[in-house]
């Protein structure tokens, strides 16, 4: 089994509509939780760790994931609101985010007492690792999985409106790195963490993925580097990609350490998370594709 732990929100997206005021569409969303969604629908054996709200949104975000076949027995409830993430899509299709985050379920996020037996990955990320009190909980979990020999996959999704504190989240995020084994990261976010693969890799994890947009995505290890080119679609927005590759990744291993695959065997997982991710990037919000649409099941 694979556990995405973090957050799940609600996006709120234009509708296509011209003008600074068109109708917003609401669409569940969150890092984490379009990650385990995504997993769903590859067919993988997934459950979401969390806490959602007993609102009609949260009600909604966990419909989806029965839907996806994701299982929810690692969700909390509470009567908190559901976050709100009101998303801007630029002329590229790229999105930017204002968060509505006070006192929302998700933040109250609790270590659960045990994961199920036979967990072989944890997925952890987004706006759950910058928001206290829950963010001490998930990294809690995140060590605690990195003792027990799980891999750990940790994609830091920056969102600089919610990092009162930069210097104190970098510091952070270097902290958490000797207990991660794979950490996906998107240009941008290199860009505003500083360092480079050389470092991260010295500080613990086996691989850094890295996503470039439309230009593909290139792994980093010890010992080599390979890339491969972004597949050409045409663009309704990017929402939710990043999300697909880390799903494709995870799906992509099968329980494989990161540290064991060749060259041949990235530039395949690398190409697959590519296709993955460009079916994403032709829908409105996150859409994930399903294993039939990749050949895969």
């Keep these: 089994m ?5 957050e799940s929100l609600i996006d709120l997206v234009p509708d296509g509509a011209p003008g600074p005021l068109a109708p917003l569409l609401p669409r569940p969303g969150g890092g984490p939780y379009n990650t385990a969604v995504a997993l769903g629908r590859l067919g993988a054996d997934v459950a979401f760790c969390s806490r959602v709200s007993t609102d009609a949104f949260g009600e909604a975000l966990l419909e989806r994931l029965g839907a996806a076949g994701v299982a929810t027995g690692l969700v909390q409830r509470g009567p908190e609101p559901t976050t709100l993430a009101v998303a801007a899509v630029g002329p590229d ?4 985010y204002g968060f509505y985050v006070e006192g929302t379920a998700d933040r109250l996020f609790a270590l659960p007492e045990r994961l199920p037996a036979g967990v072989r990955a944890v997925a952890f990320g987004t706006c759950s690792l910058a928001l206290e009190p829950g963010a001490s909980a998930y990294e809690a979990l995140l060590r605690r999985s990195a003792r027990e020999g799980v891999l750990t996959l940790l994609d830091p999704n920056i969102r600089p409106v919610l990092i009162p504190d930069a210097d104190a989240y970098r510091k952070r995020f ?7 084994r ?3 990261l998107s240009e941008e976010d290199a860009a505003w963490l500083g360092g480079s693969p050389a470092d991260w890799l010295s500080a613990g994890p086996a ?3 890295m996503t470039r947009g439309g230009d593909g995505l290139t792994v980093f290890t010890r ?3 390979v890339s491969v080119p972004g597949v050409r679609v045409a663009v309704v927005d990017t929402i939710g990609a990043g999300d697909t590759v880390n799903a494709a990744l995870l799906h992509g291993l099968a329980g494989r350490a990161p540290e064991a695959l060749g060259r041949t065997d ?3 997982l690398l190409t697959f998370a590519a296709r993955a991710a460009a ?3 032709t829908r409105a919000g996150a859409e994930p594709p399903y294993a039939r649409e990749l050949g895969d099941g």
């Design 2 to 6: 694979i556990v995405v732990a973090g």
């Design 93 to 96: 299709g790229s999105a930017r």
């Design 174 to 180: 270097a902290g958490w790195l000797p207990d991660v």
């Design 182 to 184: 794979l950490l996906k």
């Design 207 to 209: 691989a850094v993925v």
């Design 223 to 225: 010992e080599y580097e």
């Design 266 to 268: 990235w530039h395949e």
């Design 279 to 281: 079916i994403t990037c």
